[in-house]
């Protein structure tokens, strides 16, 4: 099987990992100070302030907005369900407006709209690597003063007019298994403001600047130092393996003549966390006959999150005919640095053959009547 993610991890790792092992010392320490001194440089920012996971990083750069019950935060629905769980996780309410056909991300038009006196942040995605809108959404959030939280999980190293994500808001990034670089588990808030990033830190360790006096609720959101070890490596390789996915992806758009490949909008540089297609209306039965060629395709999302089982039952009842449209037609194939050029080869070969089965099968239901 074609897998459709793979963790690319070597001999650095392994050594940086029994270093840190072999220290003494497992629960956040030097190498996270060191892996959070490492990232707000790469990413070009005054602060980065490490964390259990993408989603923590999420909820914790939430609160110290001061987002809280009663607030309201403008969102993506076509996304992974911990964004907009973790408003929810503050007490505030999402309010999603429907993205963008051309980059699948919030559309600050349709985000505009949805802005009243509750709101308090905008939480763009920049979905499968792809930056949002950042000029038309900084501008959105300076207008109507309202914090600017960006869900970068998917996009580390991506950068919009030649600036990285995560440095036009507060940065939040996933170190998951299957993202660009790997903890294994892992997250990163980056931020220019200071006093933002001493917040994150109270509330990532229980609300204590000093060991064992509490100032504020907070949680255990802390890293490992494992975790750091494995993070300082991997960053040192990430541009070289967003390079791969890149020429992965050109080398799948050149390869796929007649299907609707991604389109990598001006300005923006797209890192490819999932390379993705609109399949239509044949969209599972290319899903069916991938997976019969040992290649692994997936669906991100299959709902939009206003549709997800949670989000009904909180009421939520709104049309978002993009979001829709999308989750019903997308197909993400094998794009990570891990693949060799036949295993390319063999996907880009799968997918024209599955689309091509596709077509003569609709062709041949009209021909019946169908
Ligand atoms: C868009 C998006 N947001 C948030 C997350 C949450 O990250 P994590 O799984 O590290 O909690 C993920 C990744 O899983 C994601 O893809």
Redesign the pocket.
């Given at each position: 099987m074609i897998r459709i993610a793979q963790p690319l991890l070597g001999e650095e790792e392994e050594q940086a990992v029994l270093a840190a092992l072999r220290s003494g010392r497992l629960a956040q320490g030097p190498l996270v100070r060191r892996f959070e001194e490492a990232f707000a440089r790469y990413i070009g920012v005054r602060e980065a302030v490490a964390v259990?996971?993408?989603?923590?990083?999420?909820h914790v750069a939430l609160l110290a907005h001061g987002v809280g019950p009663g607030d309201e935060v403008v969102t993506s629905p076509f996304?992974?369900?911990?964004?907009a769980n973790?408003v929810l996780a503050t007490g505030a309410r999402p309010v999603f407006a429907d993205v963008s056909e051309e980059d699948f991300n919030l559309d600050p038009a349709r985000a505009g709209e949805c802005i009243n006196e509750r709101t308090r942040a905008l939480l763009p995605?920049?979905?499968y690597g792809q930056p949002a809108d950042m000029e038309a959404l900084m501008a959105l959030a300076r207008r109507h003063g309202l914090a600017l939280v960006e869900?970068?999980?998917?996009a580390v190293g991506a950068s919009f007019g030649g600036r990285k994500v995560g440095s036009f808001g507060t940065g939040?990034?996933?170190?998951?298994a299957?993202?660009n670089m790997t903890t294994g588990?892992?997250?990163m808030i980056t931020t220019d403001d200071p006093e933002l990033a001493a917040r994150a830190r109270l509330l990532r360790d229980h609300g204590q600047r000093r060991r064992y006096v509490s100032e504020a609720l907070g949680y255990n959101l802390r890293m490992t130092e494992v975790a750091a070890a494995l993070g300082l490596t991997q960053l040192q390789k990430l541009d070289a393996l967003n390079e791969r996915r890149r020429a992965n992806a050109r080398y799948l758009t050149e390869h796929l003549p007649g299907a609707t490949t991604p389109r990598e909008l001006p300005g923006r540089h797209h890192v490819y966390?999932q390379y993705t297609i609109r399949a239509g209306r044949g969209r599972d039965a290319l899903l069916g006959y991938l997976r019969d060629r040992d290649v692994e395709a997936a669906v991100?999302y299959p709902l939009p999150v206003n549709k997800q089982p949670l989000y009904r039952g909180l009421g939520y009842r709104q049309r978002l005919p993009v979001a829709e449209r999308l989750s019903r037609e997308v197909l993400s194939l094998p794009v990570h640095p891990g693949l060799s050029w036949e295993e390319l080869d063999a996907v880009a070969s799968a997918v024209r053959e599955g689309l091509a089965v596709g077509r003569a099968g609709r062709v041949a239901m009209r021909g019946a009547g169908g």
């Amino acid at each position: 099987m074609i897998r459709i993610a793979q963790p690319l991890l070597g001999e650095e790792e392994e050594q940086a990992v029994l270093a840190a092992l072999r220290s003494g010392r497992l629960a956040q320490g030097p190498l996270v100070r060191r892996f959070e001194e490492a990232f707000a440089r790469y990413i070009g920012v005054r602060e980065a302030v490490a964390v259990s996971s993408g989603t923590a990083a999420l909820h914790v750069a939430l609160l110290a907005h001061g987002v809280g019950p009663g607030d309201e935060v403008v969102t993506s629905p076509f996304t992974f369900v911990a964004t907009a769980n973790a408003v929810l996780a503050t007490g505030a309410r999402p309010v999603f407006a429907d993205v963008s056909e051309e980059d699948f991300n919030l559309d600050p038009a349709r985000a505009g709209e949805c802005i009243n006196e509750r709101t308090r942040a905008l939480l763009p995605v920049h979905l499968y690597g792809q930056p949002a809108d950042m000029e038309a959404l900084m501008a959105l959030a300076r207008r109507h003063g309202l914090a600017l939280v960006e869900d970068a999980c998917q996009a580390v190293g991506a950068s919009f007019g030649g600036r990285k994500v995560g440095s036009f808001g507060t940065g939040c990034f996933s170190f998951y298994a299957t993202k660009n670089m790997t903890t294994g588990e892992g997250g990163m808030i980056t931020t220019d403001d200071p006093e933002l990033a001493a917040r994150a830190r109270l509330l990532r360790d229980h609300g204590q600047r000093r060991r064992y006096v509490s100032e504020a609720l907070g949680y255990n959101l802390r890293m490992t130092e494992v975790a750091a070890a494995l993070g300082l490596t991997q960053l040192q390789k990430l541009d070289a393996l967003n390079e791969r996915r890149r020429a992965n992806a050109r080398y799948l758009t050149e390869h796929l003549p007649g299907a609707t490949t991604p389109r990598e909008l001006p300005g923006r540089h797209h890192v490819y966390h999932q390379y993705t297609i609109r399949a239509g209306r044949g969209r599972d039965a290319l899903l069916g006959y991938l997976r019969d060629r040992d290649v692994e395709a997936a669906v991100f999302y299959p709902l939009p999150v206003n549709k997800q089982p949670l989000y009904r039952g909180l009421g939520y009842r709104q049309r978002l005919p993009v979001a829709e449209r999308l989750s019903r037609e997308v197909l993400s194939l094998p794009v990570h640095p891990g693949l060799s050029w036949e295993e390319l080869d063999a996907v880009a070969s799968a997918v024209r053959e599955g689309l091509a089965v596709g077509r003569a099968g609709r062709v041949a239901m009209r021909g019946a009547g169908g």
